[in-house]
Protein backbone atom coordinates (compact mmCIF):
# COMPACT_ATOMS: atom_id res chain seq x y z
CA UNK A 1 0.00 0.00 0.00
CA UNK A 2 1.01 3.82 -0.71
CA UNK A 3 0.05 6.78 0.08
CA UNK A 4 -2.70 6.91 -2.95
CA UNK A 5 -4.32 3.77 -0.75
CA UNK A 6 -5.35 6.00 2.21
CA UNK A 7 -7.81 8.45 1.14
CA UNK A 8 -9.19 10.69 4.05
CA UNK A 9 -12.17 8.32 5.77
CA UNK A 10 -10.38 5.18 5.37
CA UNK A 11 -10.50 2.97 8.54
CA UNK A 12 -8.44 0.18 9.75
CA UNK A 13 -8.75 -1.77 12.80
CA UNK A 14 -5.74 -3.90 14.21
CA UNK A 15 -5.64 -7.24 15.57
CA UNK A 16 -5.15 -7.74 19.90
CA UNK A 17 -3.07 -8.21 22.61
CA UNK A 18 -3.63 -8.57 26.06
CA UNK A 19 -1.06 -6.81 28.58
CA UNK A 20 -0.38 -8.97 31.84
CA UNK A 21 1.00 -7.66 34.93
CA UNK A 22 4.43 -9.15 34.06
CA UNK A 23 4.11 -7.03 30.99
CA UNK A 24 3.09 -3.53 32.58
CA UNK A 25 5.75 -4.17 35.23
CA UNK A 26 8.37 -5.20 33.13
CA UNK A 27 8.16 -2.41 30.41
CA UNK A 28 7.53 0.26 33.23
CA UNK A 29 10.99 -1.09 35.43
CA UNK A 30 12.98 -0.49 32.14
CA UNK A 31 10.81 3.05 31.35
CA UNK A 32 8.77 4.23 33.31
CA UNK A 33 9.33 2.95 36.96
CA UNK A 34 6.78 5.24 38.71
CA UNK A 35 5.28 3.62 42.15
CA UNK A 36 1.42 3.07 40.07
CA UNK A 37 3.56 1.52 37.40
CA UNK A 38 5.81 -1.28 39.30
CA UNK A 39 5.28 -1.44 42.76
CA UNK A 40 1.66 -3.28 43.76
CA UNK A 41 1.45 -2.05 47.47
CA UNK A 42 1.95 1.69 46.74
CA UNK A 43 -0.39 1.13 43.07
CA UNK A 44 -3.00 0.05 45.98
CA UNK A 45 -2.70 3.15 47.74
CA UNK A 46 -2.44 5.40 44.57
CA UNK A 47 -5.77 7.17 43.15
CA UNK A 48 -5.60 4.23 40.69
CA UNK A 49 -5.87 1.11 43.03
CA UNK A 50 -3.63 -0.78 41.37
CA UNK A 51 -0.79 -1.33 38.51
CA UNK A 52 -1.90 0.63 35.46
CA UNK A 53 0.59 0.31 32.41
CA UNK A 54 2.42 3.50 31.63
CA UNK A 55 1.00 5.31 28.82
CA UNK A 56 4.03 4.75 26.89
CA UNK A 57 3.26 0.97 27.27
CA UNK A 58 -0.23 1.85 25.74
CA UNK A 59 1.08 3.83 23.01
CA UNK A 60 3.67 1.47 21.93
CA UNK A 61 1.91 -1.67 22.04
CA UNK A 62 -0.62 0.26 19.76
CA UNK A 63 2.33 1.10 17.17
CA UNK A 64 3.35 -2.10 17.28
CA UNK A 65 0.08 -3.36 16.47
CA UNK A 66 -0.43 -1.17 13.75
CA UNK A 67 2.23 -1.80 11.86
CA UNK A 68 2.28 -5.82 12.32
CA UNK A 69 -0.84 -4.80 10.10
CA UNK A 70 1.63 -5.03 7.12
CA UNK A 71 -0.23 -1.85 5.58
CA UNK A 72 2.96 0.50 6.19
CA UNK A 73 5.21 -1.89 4.95
CA UNK A 74 6.11 -0.83 1.59
CA UNK A 75 5.20 2.87 1.94
CA UNK A 76 6.64 4.29 5.51
CA UNK A 77 9.32 7.32 5.46
CA UNK A 78 8.88 8.17 9.31
CA UNK A 79 6.63 10.85 11.00
CA UNK A 80 7.36 14.86 12.09
CA UNK A 81 5.37 14.07 14.70
CA UNK A 82 1.84 13.53 16.64
CA UNK A 83 -0.85 15.46 17.92
CA UNK A 84 -3.66 15.19 20.71
CA UNK A 85 -2.40 12.44 23.01
CA UNK A 86 -4.68 11.34 25.16
CA UNK A 87 -4.95 8.89 27.90
CA UNK A 88 -8.25 8.21 29.09
CA UNK A 89 -8.64 5.37 31.00
CA UNK A 90 -6.29 3.41 33.03
CA UNK A 91 -5.59 0.00 31.20
CA UNK A 92 -4.94 -2.90 34.02
CA UNK A 93 -3.61 -6.67 33.88
CA UNK A 94 -5.32 -8.74 31.27
CA UNK A 95 -6.89 -5.69 29.51
CA UNK A 96 -6.72 -6.89 25.47
CA UNK A 97 -5.80 -3.63 23.50
CA UNK A 98 -6.21 -3.31 20.04
CA UNK A 99 -6.48 -0.22 17.51
CA UNK A 100 -8.98 1.66 15.11
CA UNK A 101 -7.63 4.00 12.69
CA UNK A 102 -9.28 6.71 10.38
CA UNK A 103 -7.66 9.03 7.70
CA UNK A 104 -8.49 12.19 8.73
CA UNK A 105 -6.43 14.32 6.17
CA UNK A 106 -4.33 13.62 3.40
CA UNK A 107 -1.86 16.20 1.13
CA UNK A 108 0.94 15.66 -1.29
CA UNK A 109 4.44 16.81 -0.53
CA UNK A 110 5.10 20.78 -1.23
CA UNK A 111 8.48 19.48 -1.78
CA UNK A 112 9.04 15.97 -2.61
CA UNK A 113 7.19 14.77 -5.29
CA UNK A 114 7.77 10.77 -4.22
CA UNK A 115 5.61 11.21 -1.05
CA UNK A 116 2.60 12.45 0.89
CA UNK A 117 1.83 13.06 4.11
CA UNK A 118 -1.39 11.68 6.12
CA UNK A 119 -2.92 12.22 9.73
CA UNK A 120 -4.28 9.03 11.09
CA UNK A 121 -6.24 9.14 14.41
CA UNK A 122 -5.80 5.92 16.64
CA UNK A 123 -7.73 5.03 18.72
CA UNK A 124 -7.02 2.35 21.18
CA UNK A 125 -9.64 0.44 22.64
CA UNK A 126 -9.74 -2.46 25.63
CA UNK A 127 -12.08 -5.59 25.75
CA UNK A 128 -15.13 -3.50 26.65
CA UNK A 129 -14.41 -0.98 23.53
CA UNK A 130 -13.85 1.23 26.25
CA UNK A 131 -11.28 4.06 24.24
CA UNK A 132 -8.26 4.39 26.58
CA UNK A 133 -5.82 6.56 24.61
CA UNK A 134 -5.74 8.17 21.30
CA UNK A 135 -3.03 9.58 19.63
CA UNK A 136 -2.97 11.80 15.49
CA UNK A 137 0.66 11.42 14.47
CA UNK A 138 1.87 12.94 10.53
CA UNK A 139 2.80 9.56 8.73
CA UNK A 140 5.07 10.61 5.50
CA UNK A 141 4.05 8.01 2.91
CA UNK A 142 5.81 6.65 -0.48
CA UNK A 143 3.70 7.70 -3.21
CA UNK A 144 2.86 4.53 -5.34
CA UNK A 145 6.11 4.08 -8.12
CA UNK A 146 5.63 5.64 -11.27
CA UNK A 147 6.43 2.51 -14.01
CA UNK A 148 7.23 3.42 -17.40
CA UNK A 149 4.76 2.29 -19.82
CA UNK B 1 8.64 18.13 45.47
CA UNK B 2 5.35 19.00 44.62
CA UNK B 3 2.69 21.34 42.47
CA UNK B 4 4.48 24.53 44.19
CA UNK B 5 7.72 23.44 43.40
CA UNK B 6 6.75 23.72 39.57
CA UNK B 7 5.84 27.18 38.87
CA UNK B 8 5.62 28.92 34.98
CA UNK B 9 9.36 29.33 34.42
CA UNK B 10 11.16 26.56 36.71
CA UNK B 11 13.90 24.92 34.21
CA UNK B 12 15.51 21.81 34.89
CA UNK B 13 18.14 19.52 32.83
CA UNK B 14 18.36 15.92 32.90
CA UNK B 15 21.20 13.40 33.04
CA UNK B 16 22.79 11.88 29.48
CA UNK B 17 21.99 8.57 28.10
CA UNK B 18 23.64 7.26 25.32
CA UNK B 19 22.20 5.39 22.47
CA UNK B 20 24.30 2.30 20.69
CA UNK B 21 23.21 0.34 17.71
CA UNK B 22 22.43 -2.52 19.73
CA UNK B 23 20.37 -0.35 21.71
CA UNK B 24 18.30 1.29 19.16
CA UNK B 25 17.63 -2.28 17.04
CA UNK B 26 16.60 -3.70 20.20
CA UNK B 27 14.23 -1.39 21.08
CA UNK B 28 12.78 -1.76 17.27
CA UNK B 29 12.89 -5.25 17.00
CA UNK B 30 10.12 -4.98 19.59
CA UNK B 31 8.15 -1.99 18.92
CA UNK B 32 8.76 -0.62 15.77
CA UNK B 33 10.47 -2.81 13.63
CA UNK B 34 10.47 -0.73 10.53
CA UNK B 35 13.30 -1.31 8.21
CA UNK B 36 15.25 1.88 8.86
CA UNK B 37 15.27 1.08 12.36
CA UNK B 38 16.42 -2.73 12.35
CA UNK B 39 17.82 -3.28 8.85
CA UNK B 40 21.28 -1.57 8.38
CA UNK B 41 20.77 -2.32 4.46
CA UNK B 42 17.49 -1.15 4.28
CA UNK B 43 18.18 1.98 6.33
CA UNK B 44 21.24 2.73 3.83
CA UNK B 45 18.33 2.49 1.47
CA UNK B 46 15.98 4.87 2.61
CA UNK B 47 15.54 8.75 3.25
CA UNK B 48 17.35 8.76 6.61
CA UNK B 49 20.86 6.99 5.21
CA UNK B 50 21.49 4.40 7.84
CA UNK B 51 19.95 2.96 11.43
CA UNK B 52 17.73 5.64 13.22
CA UNK B 53 16.17 5.27 16.38
CA UNK B 54 12.24 4.62 16.72
CA UNK B 55 10.74 8.15 17.80
CA UNK B 56 8.97 6.31 20.47
CA UNK B 57 12.72 5.16 21.93
CA UNK B 58 13.92 9.41 21.79
CA UNK B 59 10.53 9.86 23.85
CA UNK B 60 10.89 7.25 26.56
CA UNK B 61 14.44 7.39 26.88
CA UNK B 62 13.67 11.05 27.95
CA UNK B 63 10.82 10.17 29.80
CA UNK B 64 13.35 8.00 32.03
CA UNK B 65 15.94 10.57 32.11
CA UNK B 66 13.14 12.82 33.64
CA UNK B 67 12.03 10.09 36.09
CA UNK B 68 15.28 9.57 37.14
CA UNK B 69 16.03 13.42 38.31
CA UNK B 70 13.81 12.32 41.00
CA UNK B 71 11.73 15.36 40.81
CA UNK B 72 8.17 13.72 40.70
CA UNK B 73 8.83 10.60 42.54
CA UNK B 74 6.44 12.47 45.43
CA UNK B 75 3.92 14.25 43.68
CA UNK B 76 3.43 12.37 39.87
CA UNK B 77 -0.28 11.32 39.73
CA UNK B 78 0.02 10.96 35.88
CA UNK B 79 -0.84 12.69 33.11
CA UNK B 80 -4.25 13.03 30.91
CA UNK B 81 -1.84 13.69 27.86
CA UNK B 82 0.63 15.12 25.55
CA UNK B 83 0.33 17.74 22.61
CA UNK B 84 2.89 18.68 20.49
CA UNK B 85 4.72 15.63 20.25
CA UNK B 86 7.57 16.56 17.05
CA UNK B 87 10.65 14.73 15.77
CA UNK B 88 12.82 17.33 14.44
CA UNK B 89 16.11 15.53 13.62
CA UNK B 90 17.38 11.43 13.65
CA UNK B 91 18.92 9.81 16.44
CA UNK B 92 21.90 8.23 15.24
CA UNK B 93 23.89 5.26 17.19
CA UNK B 94 26.17 6.71 19.42
CA UNK B 95 24.14 9.60 19.72
CA UNK B 96 24.02 11.14 23.24
CA UNK B 97 20.75 12.14 24.76
CA UNK B 98 19.49 14.49 27.62
CA UNK B 99 16.68 16.55 27.93
CA UNK B 100 15.68 20.23 29.29
CA UNK B 101 12.06 21.28 30.57
CA UNK B 102 10.34 24.43 30.89
CA UNK B 103 6.72 24.73 32.97
CA UNK B 104 4.69 26.14 30.67
CA UNK B 105 1.43 26.69 32.32
CA UNK B 106 0.34 25.76 36.13
CA UNK B 107 -2.92 25.70 37.84
CA UNK B 108 -5.07 23.86 40.31
CA UNK B 109 -7.57 21.24 39.79
CA UNK B 110 -10.80 22.36 39.74
CA UNK B 111 -12.49 19.55 41.04
CA UNK B 112 -10.03 17.71 43.59
CA UNK B 113 -8.22 20.23 46.17
CA UNK B 114 -4.91 17.62 46.71
CA UNK B 115 -3.47 18.52 43.09
CA UNK B 116 -2.49 20.97 40.19
CA UNK B 117 -2.04 20.58 36.72
CA UNK B 118 1.12 21.97 34.87
CA UNK B 119 1.97 21.72 31.43
CA UNK B 120 5.86 21.05 31.03
CA UNK B 121 7.81 21.82 27.35
CA UNK B 122 10.73 19.31 27.33
CA UNK B 123 13.06 19.48 24.28
CA UNK B 124 15.42 16.34 23.98
CA UNK B 125 18.60 17.54 22.63
CA UNK B 126 21.33 15.42 21.29
CA UNK B 127 25.73 15.88 22.07
CA UNK B 128 25.68 18.81 19.39
CA UNK B 129 22.85 20.52 21.67
CA UNK B 130 20.84 19.55 18.48
CA UNK B 131 16.79 19.27 19.20
CA UNK B 132 15.72 16.31 18.31
CA UNK B 133 12.56 15.55 19.66
CA UNK B 134 10.26 17.75 21.68
CA UNK B 135 6.83 17.13 23.64
CA UNK B 136 4.37 19.13 25.87
CA UNK B 137 2.33 16.71 28.42
CA UNK B 138 -0.28 17.49 31.10
CA UNK B 139 1.36 16.14 34.56
CA UNK B 140 -0.55 15.81 37.23
CA UNK B 141 0.75 17.02 40.56
CA UNK B 142 0.14 16.20 44.38
CA UNK B 143 -0.13 19.93 46.09
CA UNK B 144 2.35 20.29 49.28
CA UNK B 145 0.26 17.91 52.25
CA UNK B 146 -1.08 20.39 54.60
CA UNK B 147 0.33 19.51 58.30
CA UNK B 148 -2.08 20.64 61.49
CA UNK B 149 -0.73 23.29 62.97
Given at each position: ?7 V ?8 RQ ?14 P???HV ?7 S ?9 F ?7 R?TI?T??F ?6 S ?6 R ?9 C??V ?22 Y?V???D ?14 R ?6
Open positions: MYYEDFPGFQFETATLSLADMVGFAQLWDQPFDEVAAQAPFGGIIASGQTLIVAFLDGFEACSMGPGMDTVWMAPVRPGDLRRAEVMSARLSGSKPDRGLVTIRELNQDQPVACYSPVQILQTPQTDL
